[in-house]
């Protein structure tokens, strides 16, 4: 896959690190900008790039909270690499409950980073498009049209919320989704549910997709992903 000219945000208020995540993320072939706070990234058109690079620890507003207000009062679900100089359980567990494609602690050398750019690229982008029909991975098809699992050709019928998981999962394939990010994108805000409810949702997904079913994975502590 050719990721050269993807578009990449880069959201730090470290100006010297600022400047050499640019060079050498331009020097791969992708196309880069940079912001010194949150608060000029949200002035920004967030939507027209492939992934934001977003340090954590910043002045008013942490990467954290950026991430939090893109998700879910934005509806913006650009893949993101948070930095941060923490590496806690903690810390972890909240950038993954975020959204999170990937992680790096401070220090890190730039090989380490622009690997982990090109993975997430390369992850993020297979198999999608804005207007596709279908998303098709191996024997499975999801109609997008007819909100429909199609698996060798057979029709499977599925609940609007079971269709909405699987949909944001096989879109996002092998990013981890926690109960509470799935229960805001796909619940909203309105209705008032539990975890548990994403639990049973997924048990019958995984009974649909039949031998597939196995490739809908739990990552114990974080939350859910789509594997193959």
Not at 86 to 95: I, S, V
Request: hydrophobic share 40%; net charge neutral; charged share 30%.
């Amino acid at each position: 896959m050719d990721l050269k000219g993807k578009k990449i945000l880069i959201v730090d208020d470290e100006e010297d690190l600022c400047e050499i995540l640019q060079y050498n993320l331009s020097n791969e072939g992708y196309k880069t900008d940079v912001a010194h706070s949150a608060e000029d990234a949200l002035k920004m058109s967030l939507t027209d790039y492939d992934l934001l690079i977003l340090d954590v620890m910043m002045g008013q507003m942490s990467g954290f909270k950026l991430a939090d207000k893109l998700r879910k009062e934005m509806n913006i679900n650009v893949p993101v690499i948070f930095l941060t100089a923490k590496d806690t359980e903690n810390d972890l567990l909240t950038g993954f409950s975020l959204g999170a494609d990937d992680y790096i602690t401070k220090p890190f050398s730039i090989k380490e980073l622009t690997a982990r750019v090109k993975a997430v690229l390369k992850r993020t982008h297979t198999g999608k498009s804005k207007n596709q029909l279908f998303l098709k991975f191996n024997e499975i098809e999801l109609d997008t049209t007819r909100k429909r699992l199609i698996i060798n050709n057979e029709k499977t019928e599925l609940t609007k919320k079971e269709y909405e998981i699987l949909k944001l999962l096989l879109e996002n394939q092998s990013r981890v989704f926690s109960r509470e990010d799935i229960l805001m994108r796909v619940w909203g805000d309105d209705v008032i549910v539990t975890d548990r409810t994403v639990d049973v949702n997924i048990t019958r997904l995984r009974t649909k997709l039949g031998k597939f079913g196995q490739n809908l994975k739990n990552k114990t502590g974080y939350g859910y992903f789509f594997e193959l």
